[in-house]
C-alpha cells in the first residue's frame, strides 16, 4: 500500500470515528491503519477507545498490546495481554486468545490460566455469536456464497447481522463507498469483518481453501 493510500485510508477512518465517537469500529479500523503505519501512540489511544466503549472486544486488548510493544511498554502490554486472554476464553474467542498467549511466552510473561472459564452453553438453533460471545439465534441462510459467508453463517447469529446492516449503512454514507469500486467494496467487508469479530476464523477459512 503506497504512503498516500495508507493516509487517506487513516483520514476516512478518522473521520468515521470523530463523527460517531460511540462507534468502536470506527477506533478500532483507525487505530489498525495507525499501527500499520508506525504510529504506535495514536494507535494505543485509538484502542484504549475501542475498549472503553466495548470491553469486551477482544480483538482491541491484542492490538492494544501490539502497539504498546510497539511503543517499548512490555509491562504495560503484558497487563493488557493478560486481561485480553480472560476476555476471550470468556468469550469463546479461540484465536485472539491463542495469539495473546503466544505472545505472553515471547515476552517471558506468565500466561493466565483460563481452565475454569465457564463454558457458553449452545442450543439447538443457536451459534455462539463471535461479536457478543454468547448464543445467538441462527441466520436462515448463508448471506453470500464462499468462505466468508459460511463463516458468518456458523459464527454470527440473526440478532448481530440486524445490526450490521444499519450498521454497514452508516459505513457507506460515512465513508462515501462507491459500492460498484471494488476498492469501496473491500472497505466494507473490511468494517464487516471488524464488526462481526470474525477476522481470524475468516482468514483460517480462507487458507484451508
Known amino acids: 500500500m503506497s504512503d498516500n493510500v495508507q493516509q487517506e485510508r487513516i483520514e476516512q477512518f478518522r473521520k468515521m470515528a470523530a463523527d460517531d465517537p460511540g462507534n468502536e469500529l470506527g477506533h478500532l479500523s483507525l487505530g489498525r491503519e495507525l499501527?500499520?503505519?508506525?504510529?504506535?501512540?495514536?494507535?494505543?489511544?485509538?484502542?484504549?477507545r475501542t475498549l472503553e466503549i466495548n470491553d469486551r472486544?477482544?480483538?482491541?486488548?491484542?492490538?492494544?498490546?501490539?502497539?504498546?510493544?510497539a511503543m517499548d511498554k512490555p509491562d504495560d502490554a503484558a497487563t493488557v495481554l493478560k486481561r485480553g486472554v480472560v476476555v476471550a476464553a470468556e468469550r469463546g474467542d479461540r484465536m485472539p486468545?491463542?495469539?495473546?498467549?503466544?505472545?505472553?511466552?515471547?515476552?517471558?510473561?506468565?500466561?493466565?490460566?483460563?481452565?475454569?472459564?465457564?463454558?457458553?452453553?449452545?442450543?439447538?438453533?443457536?451459534?455462539?455469536d463471535?461479536?457478543?460471545?454468547?448464543?445467538?439465534?441462527?441466520?436462515?441462510?448463508?448471506?453470500?456464497?464462499?468462505?466468508?459467508?459460511?463463516?458468518?453463517?456458523?459464527?454470527v447469529s440473526a440478532t448481530t447481522w440486524r445490526e450490521w446492516i444499519g450498521m454497514g449503512t452508516k459505513v457507506i454514507n460515512e465513508l462515501r463507498l462507491p459500492m460498484t469500486d471494488p476498492r469501496a467494496r473491500q472497505t466494507y467487508d473490511d468494517h464487516m469483518i471488524d464488526f462481526l469479530n470474525i477476522r481470524e476464523l475468516y482468514e483460517e477459512a480462507k487458507a484451508k481453501g
Open 35 to 48: 499501527l500499520k503505519a508506525g504510529q504506535a501512540s495514536e494507535a494505543a489511544e485509538s484502542f484504549r
Open 57 to 69: 472486544f477482544s480483538k482491541a486488548y491484542e492490538l492494544l498490546g501490539d502497539a504498546l510493544v
Open 97 to 128: 486468545r491463542e495469539a495473546m498467549e503466544k505472545k505472553l511466552t515471547e515476552m517471558g510473561q506468565e500466561v493466565p490460566d483460563v481452565s475454569e472459564v465457564r463454558k457458553v452453553e449452545v442450543g439447538e438453533g443457536q451459534v455462539l
Open 130 to 155: 463471535a461479536r457478543t460471545g454468547e448464543p445467538g439465534p441462527r441466520l436462515p441462510r448463508q448471506p453470500m456464497k464462499g468462505p466468508l459467508g459460511e463463516v458468518i453463517f456458523a459464527n
